[in-house]
């Protein structure tokens, strides 16, 4: 059984401001939580979907990023959710971003 398919797309609005980190490596991480608030149908009825999700987004573009992304600005992410953990061990899902989009 293959199971490497992990893709993840979802609409939203930036609700913390943008930053760039850089790694050790040198390489840039753009890092902002993008909160999403729908309708959605689940057994065929209407059901509020709300979602806020941290995105990071590596590579040379990321720099480029952070000065078009403020808060309120809608983006379409497309990526993969990976786990990560906090400085207290606590587990979250964080979207790596392999695309981003103004909307």
Known sequence: MDLSTNQFVIDGNVCKPA?????????SHLHFALEHISEQFEATLPRRS?????????????????????????????????????NNGLAKLVLHAQQLKMI
Do not use: H
């Not at 999700?53 to 990321?62: D, L, M, P």
């Open 50 to 86: 709300y979602v806020r999700i941290q995105v990071v987004f590596s590579g040379a573009e990321a720099s480029e990023w952070v000065t078009k992304l403020t808060v309120g600005s809608a983006v379409q992410v497309r990526g993969f959710l990976n786990r990560q953990e906090d």
């Open 19 to 27: 930053k760039v980190t850089k790694s050790p490596a040198g390489i």
